[in-house]
């Protein structure tokens, strides 16, 4: 059974920064594409960041330049540095494990870390 843990949100200032992990236990990790998730209240999840098993990425652009992503294959982890922080941060962010064979799809979710940029 897949488990992802995340850690690492919290209260922090604009301007802040957060570093977010998620851990992965229950598969093997490398062959998965990692990402980051957010959710505002009121508004839909949306893509924060994601990076393929080759270390390739891509970035909303209201995150670009700001965030980062990284994963460490052997740990298991998958971390989102997220530099620069303003409130529209603000929200609950979610590790997301994907990986398509064929026609099976294998999609996996944290239970998310909550994420407040506020003065």
């Known amino acids: 059974q897949v488990q992802l843990v995340e850690s690492g949100g919290g209260l922090v200032q604009p301007g802040g920064s957060l570093r977010l992990s998620c851990a992965a236990s229950g598969t093997i990790f490398s062959f998965y594409i990692t990402g980051w998730f957010r959710q505002a209240p009121g508004k839909q999840r949306e893509l924060v960041a994601r990076m393929s098993g080759a270390g390739s990425t891509n970035y909303a652009d209201s995150v670009k330049g700001r965030f980062t992503i990284s994963r460490d294959n052997a740990k298991k982890t998958v971390y989102l540095q997220m530099n620069s922080l303003k409130p529209e941060d603000t929200a609950i962010y979610y590790c997301?494990?994907?990986?398509?064979?064929?026609?099976?799809?294998?999609?996996?979710w944290g239970q998310g870390t909550q994420v407040t940029v506020s003065s």
């Open positions: 997301n494990l994907y990986r398509r064979i064929g026609v099976a799809e294998y999609d996996y």
